[in-house]
T-cell receptor, first 114, second 115 residues
Framework: ETGVTQTPRHLVMGMTNKKSLKCEQH?????MYWYKQSAKKPLELMFV???????ENNSVPSRFSPECPNSSHLFLHLHTLQPEDSALYLC?????????????FGPGTRLLVL | AQSVSQHNHHVILSEAASLELGCNYS??????LFWYVQYPGQHLQLLLK??????LVKGIKGFEAEFIKSKFSFNLRKPSVQWSDTAEYFC?????????????FGTGTLLAVQP
């Protein structure tokens, strides 16, 4: 399934590095999301973009900076991360529509911060 | 705060055994309910969803789930599991408000099916 793609699939970075995660959705959706998946914890919603505007920021540290240049692309810019930020970062998209809305997920980027 | 509870963290079954994974949520308003599955090395996939109507919903690969409003539950079932069902299963609840519907996930249940 290629509805939502993410690159890179794996990333190793030092605490002083700057990197970016990319997400692209091919489903014609108008909302996009970033989630963090850590072991033994529920998926944590980080950011929500609706119609290319950020509508939710769930108390995420400023070392994570999202960008949504258009409805198909979503980025997560990373800088001065901490080892506890190591996790699987998932992107999702949906078509806004009230009760019928369903989110579709990408394969994730496995991030390791050394 | 709204939450989703999955009581079974690890489940081990033999092939052909019946499966039931529990999911309870705490949100009292109108909700949509989902089960997602994550096979080893693969991305989260939608297994089934409930929006309205018949509380017994059928999904892919022979899975079904029953919404019991009075119990705030949405348990996942399959009458006979296969080795290929080995995966992690996530229950999620969508609550409404603001510009989008916010998904709240449970911690997941890791299912291992032994051949």
């Amino acid at each position: 399934e290629t509805g939502v793609t993410q690159t890179p699939r794996h990333l190793v970075m030092g605490m002083t590095n700057k990197k970016s995660l990319k997400c692209e959705q091919h489903l014609g959706h108008n909302a996009m999301y970033w989630y963090k998946q850590s072991a033994k914890k529920p998926l944590e919603l980080m950011f929500v973009y609706s119609l290319e505007e950020r509508v939710e920021n769930n108390s995420v540290p400023s070392r994570f900076s999202p960008e949504c240049p258009n409805s198909s692309h979503l980025f997560l810019h990373l800088h001065t991360l901490q080892p506890e930020d190591s996790a699987l970062y998932l992107c999702a998209s949906s078509q806004l529509g009230g009760t019928g809305e369903t989110q579709y997920f990408g394969p994730g980027t496995r991030l390791l911060v050394l | 705060a709204q939450s989703v509870s999955q009581h079974n963290h690890h489940v081990i079954l033999s092939e052909a055994a019946s499966l039931e994974l529990g999911c309870n949520y705490s949100y009292g308003g109108t909700v949509n309910l989902f089960w997602y599955v994550q096979y080893p090395g693969q991305h989260l996939q939608l297994l089934l969803k409930y929006f309205s109507g018949d509380p017994l919903v059928k999904g892919i690969k022979g899975f079904e789930a029953e919404f019991i409003k009075s119990k705030f539950s949405f348990n996942l079932r399959k009458p006979s599991v296969q080795w290929s069902d080995t995966a992690e299963y996530f229950c999620a609840v969508a609550k409404y408000g603001g510009a989008t519907n916010k998904l709240i996930f449970g911690t997941g249940t890791l299912l291992a099916v032994q051949p």
